[in-house]
């Protein structure tokens, strides 16, 4: 500890899902005013390039084929930065506090008594059904909707598909699922106990960001349409009828977006 531990904080940023004209002015501000960030994976360089020239720019996810570096050393990190009284943004896609282990860094800093604060991207989720057209929840067609993660904690246990599917249908819910393309044909297998298999379905890879592409089909098609059109993380899978909005619902090619 030391004279300048009151000076530095950590603020956790939500990159949005891609596209930098979906950043926050909080945002941008919080770019402009770092000295270290600290970028997930999936933060393109154009929102990168908004941070501040004297910004000291560390990647921390696996680009170039690297391993990504520990949460505990990222976490280390950002203390000891902010100790040191840098200015720390800890930038990550999509929203910080959906699925992107920003729960636990924020009580590792309190932990740490390091001050933290957060600012709101918008959700992968939110930007793949937006791209197509159809909103997420509809008085005809969901009451709500579930964000959920495709892929367990590791050694831990997966969300409970069937009940989902179940409470999906009786309340008519939209499902979106996170990082579930590799698994999958175990997801439909499990939503297909319980929902019909011409439930619509939709996946769409790389929402918001050039080379976005994306395929609708139904529940019952949704593993073989993700093969035959090769479609790969980062995707989104959404099941539910708010997809019927979407042209006409029955296999359709994979489709890039246009310009
Ligand atoms: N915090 C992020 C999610 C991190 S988990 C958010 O709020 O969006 C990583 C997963 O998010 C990916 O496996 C994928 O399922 C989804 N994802 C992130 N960016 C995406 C994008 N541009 N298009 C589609 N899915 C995306």
Known sequence: ?????????????????????????????????????????????????????????????????????PQAFIEKLMISAAREGEQVVRLKGGDPFVFGRGGEEVERLRAAGVPVAVVNGITAGLAAVTSLGVPLTH?????????????????????????????????????????????????????????PAE???AVVQRASLPGQRHA????????ATIER???ASPSVIVVGDVLRGVAAVRAQPARTRAG
């Open 1 to 69: 500890m030391n004279d300048t531990t009151a000076t530095g904080a950590v603020t956790l940023v939500g990159a949005g899902p891609g596209d930098p004209e979906l950043l926050t002015l909080k945002a941008v501000r919080a770019l402009q005013a770092a000295t270290l960030v600290l970028a997930d994976d999936l933060v393109g360089d154009e929102v990168l390039a908004l941070a501040s020239p004297r910004a000291r720019i560390v990647h921390v996810g696996k680009r170039g084929g690297c391993r990504s570096t």
């Open 139 to 195: 008085r005809e067609h969901a009451q709500g909707v579930v964000f959920v993660t495709g892929h367990p904690r590791r050694g831990g246990e997966g969300p409970d598909w069937h009940s989902l599917a179940q409470a999906a249908r009786q309340s008519r819910l939209t499902l979106v699922i996170y990082m579930g393309v590799r698994g999958v044909a175990a997801i439909q297998q499990q939503l297909l106990a319980a929902l």
């Open 199 to 201: 439930t619509p379905a």
């Open 216 to 223: 609708v089909t139904t529940l019952g098609e949704l593993a």
């Open 229 to 231: 059109e090769q479609l």
